[in-house]
């Protein structure tokens, strides 16, 4: 038996006016998803408990099996291992991202204008947080440059509790003088935020940038903050060999953390414009080459969300569609048995551009146990139509591997 999981980033969302008022799922043409799901099961599942902050981090735990309120320690450490980060015991981890912020002269008066930095490239921001490392690292703060505008901040001795320490994405277009962390515990961070838009906007790489007509990675954002991630493996919990592929670091770090394998694909960007079948083929390479379990993540459609760009989260969708489930049934046709989950991590609404915590549209398919539903597509109506809801998100991963 082999076992696919599909995983598309923020899809679930709400009705969109500029889509005639349907969600990305159901306005997107899906014909190979909306077919596995007519022999399938289809459904609601809580990724996100009550309680907790929706994002990936916890949503993906949950999907793969591990129930977050164990297992959770931080988002920014998940990613630190991912990028070869030893932390220490009493090691703090943070995610820094590189944003572009307006030009008012206060920095609390600035506005969040992309939490992406402007869609800064990799090699570009490796100049950027050496120089970062440069000017803000010592003895206590050291920072690693990570994919993007995706990278990290360790603080040895630090401590996880800073006040409110905003993720960007939760604020775009919004100033963000009220979600700057105003607890004596984060003044050193703050400080280091609003110090680095000085010198970062004479930045070299930010010089050119703006000569072509691009936004700056002006500024540096610290969030995510947690303590060294204290994993389980997944072999030892399934008994299965695993791979996880994606071009996130959060991914990543989730599968080295649980022993599997973290494949790097080349043009994997994490967004619209990622190599789809590159990723697709390195699934069914892992398949064929000892693996019994791969969980491909397609971080696009959550991108599409927070940046409002509602056309593109249904091309994200319809390029999945298009370019990689074709390949991965094909490889997995030439097993005796096998199973497919698709489903998002958590909503990320266009409306609101960040994510939510709503239950989202499951779908699980088995070769020798096809099934006939009433249900020609999969999206959220038609799956809490049927009435099927796993209300504890890891169950979900226990229900597609149970025999």
Known sequence: MKYAVILYDGMADLPVEELGNKTPMQAANKPVFDSLAKRGEIGLVRTVAEGLKPGSDVANLSVLGYDPKKYYTGRSPLEAVSIGVKMLDDDIALRCNLVSLSDEEKYEDKTMVDYSGGDISTPEAEEIIKSVEEHFGNDIFKFYAGVQYRHCLIWHKGTVDLGNMTPPHDISGQVVGEYLSTSENAKDLIRMMKESYDFLMKHPVNIKRMSEGKLPANSIWLWGEGKKPMLSSFEEAYGLKGSIISAVDLLKGIGQCAGMKTPD????TGYIDTNFEGKA???VEDLNSGC???????EAPDECGHRREAKNKVRSIELIDEKVLPIIIEGLEK?????ILILPDHPTPIKTATHSSDPVPYMIYHKKGEKENAYDSINEE??????NFIEFGPDVMKKFLEK
């Open 265 to 268: 694909v080349p043009g994997s």
């Open 281 to 283: 083929k390195q699934a």
């Open 292 to 298: 019994d379990f791969v969980y491909v993540h397609f």
């Open 335 to 339: 097993f005796d048995d096998y199973k």
């Open 382 to 387: 038609t799956a809490k139509e049927t009435g």
